[in-house]
């Protein structure tokens, strides 16, 4: 008796022995996770961890290879967030404001929108700028220009008759085009706040609103387009006739084929850079130069005019296929500043239109 009591009370120490080390062991691995955890929130990172973390507007397709070749010749890995321009600040000033650091380079949108949030970006003087154009620069290098966005109009070649192509904004304002407009949403997109502003330097800005509302209203609801990227395509498949771009998104859909024609308006347009910028506290700053040296490197921008079809910041890449020369096309004088310091004035007048 006195023995089956005993061996109850072994039975019971080792239980509770076993469970008070089951315990501590769960007790220090919940331990390691909050250090680990408590380590990274130290290091302010929210996103997947990377060599390089890249915020980015431009089309995927057009950037993955880019990213590849940056990849195989260095060996860093890279991790890029693709969105709208606007929706992609809007993100990093939340994070900013929170103390989070999770990105490194701000690559692409039209410039008036990058100029508008500088705050956010650090200077940069990359080597390469001795062969860049210092006019599609800031004058402090907290953005470089990394291609040159000229702003046109498109048109289906297949319905628009010979007589009816537009060769003005004004032009769109004919019946023939009512309902038949698209237009990309200058809220949602850095390319369409540039062509905004290139019909509103056109006449200028007091009758440009005038102008603006017209087409807008021609355009009606369903031509105002949340996505640069279906301009094109909705023109191209005869869903509207007449398009609002950006001279890049045209021209390979042209080389290949498609039944669409640019113009170049006769009021005149604009040539706005896109830019590239480093990141204000980017966690991976060596790397994020490098980067930015390389997109401006003579390679990759020999690569941006022949498969973006976009025109180069630098002075010695050719133009691409099916792109006039400057010389032949009324280019207005435009003030990237003036547009990124009024950006929220000309926004809030496109919204109340």
Request: net charge negative; charged share 20%.
């Amino acid at each position: 008796m006195q023995c089956t009591q005993q061996a109850k009370n072994r039975k019971f120490y080792y239980t509770i022995t076993l469970m008070t080390n089951r315990l501590y062991i769960v007790f220090v691995f919940c331990l390691c996770l909050y250090t680990i955890s408590c380590s990274r929130s130290d290091r302010l990172y929210t996103e997947q961890e990377a060599d390089l973390v890249i915020y980015s507007p431009h089309y995927k397709e057009n950037s993955d290879f880019i990213i590849r070749e940056f990849r195989q010749r260095t060996g860093y890995t890279v991790r890029i967030v693709y969105q709208g321009t606007s929706e992609l600040l809007s993100r990093l000033e939340t994070e900013h404001q929170n103390q989070i650091y999770a990105a490194d380079v701000f690559w692409g949108g039209g410039i008036e929108t990058l100029e508008s949030m500088v705050h956010l970006f650090e200077p940069y003087r990359s080597p390469e700028l001795e062969y860049i154009n210092i006019e599609y620069c800031d004058p402090a290098f907290y953005w470089l220009g990394f291609s040159v966005m000229t702003m046109v109009m498109v048109y289906n070649t297949e319905l628009v008759p010979v007589d009816m192509v537009p060769d003005s904004w004004q032009s769109l304002l004919d019946p023939f085009f009512y309902k038949r407009i698209i237009m990309p949403d200058p809220l949602r997109s850095g390319s369409a706040y540039s062509l905004l502003n290139a019909v509103l330097t056109s006449v200028g800005y007091e009758d440009g609103w005038s102008l603006i509302s017209r087409i807008k209203a021609a355009a009606g609801k369903d031509g105002i387009s949340a996505l640069s990227s279906s301009v094109n395509s909705e023109v191209i498949s005869g869903g509207f006739f007449v398009g609002l771009t950006s001279e890049d998104a045209a021209l390979p859909e042209i080389e290949h084929g498609k039944p669409l024609a640019v113009i170049y308006p006769k009021e005149g347009t604009i040539a706005v850079p896109d830019g590239v910028a480093l990141i204000r506290n980017a966690p991976h700053q060596k790397v994020a130069k490098e980067f930015i040296d390389f997109v401006l490197s003579y390679d990759v921008q020999s690569l941006v005019a022949k498969r973006w079809y976009r025109r180069s910041v630098r002075s010695d890449v050719v133009l691409p296929v099916g792109a006039k020369p400057f010389d032949s096309v009324y280019v207005l004088p435009y003030n990237i500043f003036i547009a990124a310091q009024r950006r929220n004035e000309i926004l809030s007048c496109w919204k109340a239109l």
